[in-house]
Structures are given as C-alpha cells and as structure tokens.
C-alpha cells in the first residue's frame, strides 16, 4: 500500500482562485498533486466556489467540512487603484477578510496561512536598497490594509501559533491580469500603430515580477517548512524607469512607441527604491526566474498569438 505524501494529503484553501494570482496558485498545486479549495467572492469558473471572505460563518464551514490544513489569501481588493472612492471597503475586505480567515485557521487547527501583501506598504523610501526591515510608511488606504494584514499575521503567530507568512509583492504584469498595467498598455497599442502617451512617468520607477514568478513565490512560502521571519520581498531583478522598461518592450514587439512627461503615477504615485530579494531566496528558496525581456515576450505571446493562430 501507497501513502500518501504529507503534501498530497494537504487541502489548501486559495481564495481570489478567480483572480490574477489565485488562478495560478491553485494550478500550479494541482499540476503537483494538492487537493485545493479553489474559492472567490465572485468565481469565473465552475469548480471556484463562492466565498466572501467577509462572511466569518461560511468560512468557518467551509474550512471545517473540507478539512482544510493551509490558505493561501489572494483574494481582496487588488491595488490602490482599485475602490478608491470606497475606503470602507478596502477596510471590510483587506482587513476584516485577513482577520476572519486568521480566526479560522486558528479554531481549526490549520497548518499556514500565506498573505500577499505589497510592496505598498513601504510608501516613499530614499533611492537605496529596500529590506523587509524598512518601516512601512503606507500613504494609501489600500497599503495601510495590507500593513494591518500583516500586523494581523504577525499577532496570531506570536499570541495564538497561527503560522504565517507574508509577502510583499512587486508589481504582477502577465496574462490573466485585469487592472491597468502599463506594460500591457504599450504591447496592445503597439499592435494597432498608436503611441503611448502619458502625461507622467518620465523618471518614475517600477519594480515588475512575472505573474509566474509571483506564483512561484506564494507556493515557496507554502512550501517552506521553519522561516526565520514571517515577512518577505518578492520581487524581480529589474529596477526600472518606465522609459526604460518602454524601452525594452519596442526591442521585442515592433511598434512600441511613447512619450512621458515628468511626475509619478498617480494611480499609484509612491517611489521606492529597489526592494532586497535576499531573505525569500535565503528562507523560501524563491529566486524570480523570469527576467522582464523574457516576461515581456511571454506576456505578448498569450495576447497576440492566439489571434494570429487563426490566420493559419
């Protein structure tokens, strides 16, 4: 007889299972054999199940009939761009969602609950290198949720042994993402000859991680078995004006074309300096694979190949 190992014996609860991230830690535990819980407040597919994560009763429930021994929470509100004239529900999804899915894993017994926080919640950091030690300086509703989610974190591993990890993602490009993203912006009107103009930019920085990086990262850290420290940076190799990265980006696709003026996003206006990868390939073993040329191509490939495989 067979046994099982303790990974394949393992039910992971994902939450946003529909979203950008969620959607790729739930495929990628499948492809090795986890039994996951694919859930979201609002499913694009039939096998998520709902769950709003504001709703502590059917958390409970659904973490106690499947028997869940880990969460993964992707879901949420997914940037500062995003409910920005609802902060209140950014407080109840970001923050109460974190905290019912804690007091969850900690009635029941699971095993690890990993947070994607953000790189958010630095807010503006001099030019140097940023470790996870920098102090958070969020200047958003949706970085001051993610630092209370950590806070969070934190609180129930050291009052209530509720093993938690959190990582501070850089900016996900990649298929499958819905909010704005500039990198997708320049690929898409370069495809139909049309500059991209932005009225901001021109010595703005952006630090940028392949979604299957990002993935990558949230699995390592549900892998990982003793950290030293509950919170990492996960982020890739390039630090980069969006000049630059436009730069990049017309070496691949023909037709990238833009013009900046100066100042900083302002769906997004903080400016740090390069976030350290050190202690998640130290502790997680997670280094970012996928360099941006390379992120670049691959993202340009699932938008336009599909489309010229018609042709054929």
């Known amino acids: 007889m067979t046994t099982a190992s303790p990974r394949q014996r393992d039910t992971v609860l994902v939450t946003g299972a529909s979203g950008l991230l969620g959607s790729g830690v739930v ?43 880990g969460i993964v929470h992707c879901g949420g509100i997914s940037g500062p761009m995003v409910a920005r004239d609802n902060p ?39 030019e ?30 050291t009052q209530h042994g509720v093993d938690g990890i959190s990582l501070r993602i850089g900016t ?22 049309t500059e991209t103009v932005l009225p901001f930019g021109r010595d703005f ?13 949230l699995v390592h850290a549900w892998d990982t078995k003793s950290p030293v420290h509950r919170v990492f940076n996960a982020t890739g190799d390039s630090y980069l004006t969006l000049p630059q990265i436009a730069e990049i980006a017309s070496g691949i696709v023909p037709g990238v074309v833009a013009r900046f003026e100066d100042g900083p996003d302002p769906d997004d206006p903080d400016r740090q300096g390069q976030l ?26 699932d938008l336009f190949l599909p489309e010229d495989r018609s042709h054929d």
Request: proline share 4%; charged share 20%; net charge neutral.
């Open 172 to 193: 996900v490009y990649g298929p499958g993402r819905r909010t704005a993203c500039f990198i997708r912006t320049l690929l898409q009107n370069a495809a139909v000859g």
């Open 205 to 217: 920085p952006r630090q940028y991680l392949y979604v299957q990086d990002a993935v990558d990262a």
């Open 276 to 301: 350290t990868a050190q202690r998640a390939s130290d502790e997680l073993g997670f280094t970012a694979r996928w360099s941006l040329a390379e992120g670049i191509k691959a993202y340009a490939n």
């Open 27 to 69: 495929t990628k535990l499948r492809e090795r054999g986890t039994r996951v819980l694919a859930t979201d407040a609002f499913p694009r597919a039939d096998e998520v199940t709902v769950l709003d994560v504001t709703q502590p009763t059917a958390i409970h429930s659904l973490v106690a009939k499947e028997q869940v021994t």
């Open 88 to 126: 209140q529900s950014i407080i109840d999804i970001n923050i109460g969602g974190t905290a019912n899915l804690l007091e969850a894993a900690r009635v029941h017994g699971v095993r690890r609950l990993v947070f994607c926080s953000s790189l958010t919640v630095y807010g503006n950091t001099d």
């Open 128 to 157: 140097g290198p940023v470790p996870e030690t920098t102090a958070t300086q969020p200047t958003s509703v949706y970085a001051a949720s993610k630092v209370a989610g950590e806070a969070l974190v934190n609180a129930y591993a």
